[in-house]
């Protein structure tokens, strides 16, 4: 097997570009693609102060590494962010290797506690009736859109890859979920109190992350959250590589044919208008944001607790 470029002896067979390619070519054709991802959605601009939403795996530390690699040509400066969700025997590991990563590449980082604000994502799991995932979704958005804003960046770049992004897609169309549809795109713009919000690796299917990682030899967890488990998108993301083995490609075309032909058809579903939440002040579709009431909730069963005992 060689490699297509230089006639090396190639490492990585790509099926769906028909592409073998060797370390050093593969390498360059993934950072090639994230700059080709992040010019065509317009997403970073030069003078720009990026917040790089870092969880310790594979995706997140990949996209940190080629957009640190990218930045003088994008002209951008990087801040990391991670979040330490409270998550026992998980939050711990996966703090430290974002940190190694922070510290290993001299990029400025912040480690956001969720414990700061009065609940983990341990607290929520117990005592919220509601799916876990769908909690820590909620609360990582809050957290990345509020840091991010006081950390001056103009953007929240998240390792979202292309199997993400399509399992995302067809989760909300099962739903029938309009509104969702309507707004799953690659780049958001900012809006009142939003941060604009960026998923470089949105043209990058999950396994080439994982390529990525292991030829430059990048520190990453491969610990699994304990709540994993409940995690429908993995049976979506579990669909979408049969399909994939068995049609090579098709994960792009699913990409392509969504955001060129059937998303600006699709009508914004009842999108509801942004107001600030009465708590926090923070954006929110609501008058109270979802975070706030996560937290009252939790709070209001520490009350019940202590009063019990
Ligand atoms: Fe959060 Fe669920 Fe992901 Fe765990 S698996 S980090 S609970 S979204
Ligand atoms: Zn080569
Ligand atoms: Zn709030």
């Known amino acids: 097997m060689r490699c297509r470029v230089c006639g090396g002896e190639a490492v990585v067979r790509l099926e769906y570009a028909n592409l073998r390619l060797c370390g050093k070519h593969f390498v360059e054709f993934f950072e090639r693609r994230v700059l080709r991802t992040v010019e065509r959605y317009g997403m970073l601009r030069g003078g720009q102060r990026v917040a790089v939403a870092v969880s310790g795996g594979k995706d997140s530390v990949s996209l940190l590494h080629a957009l640190w690699k990218l930045r003088e040509r994008l002209g951008v400066e990087l801040v990391g962010v991670t979040i330490d969700l ?177 998303q600006p058809r699709v009508a914004a579903g009842a999108g509801a208008e942004l107001k600030r939440c009465e708590v926090c002040g923070e954006p929110s579709s609501s008058r109270v944001c979802q975070f706030c009431r996560f937290r009252a909730q939790l709070a209001g069963e520490h009350l019940r607790l202590a009063r019990a005992t």
């Open 86 to 262: 409270g998550i026992r025997g998980y939050s711990e590991e996966y703090v430290g290797v974002a940190v190694e990563n922070f510290e290993r590449l001299g990029v400025p980082y912040r480690v956001v506690r969720l414990a700061d604000y009065g609940f983990t994502i341990d607290d929520a799991a117990e005592r919220l009736r509601r799916p876990v995932c769908s909690v820590c979704g909620a609360v990582k958005r809050y957290l990345l859109n509020r840091v991010a804003r006081e950390l001056g960046a103009n953007v929240v770049a998240t390792g979202h890859t292309l199997d993400d992004f399509l399992s995302v897609l067809l989760q909300a169309y099962i739903r029938g979920d309009l509104e969702l549809l309507s707004k799953h795109k690659p780049y958001l713009p900012p809006a009142d109190g939003l941060v604009a919000r960026a998923k470089p690796l949105a043209e990058t299917p999950e396994s080439d992350t994982l390529t990525y990682a292991r030829i430059l030899g990048l520190r990453f967890t491969e610990r699994k959250c304990p709540y994993a488990g409940k995690a429908v998108s993995a049976d979506y993301k579990a669909a979408l590589n049969l399909l994939e083995e068995r049609h090579p490609g098709i994960k792009f075309q699913m990409l392509r044919s969504f955001l060129d032909r059937v």
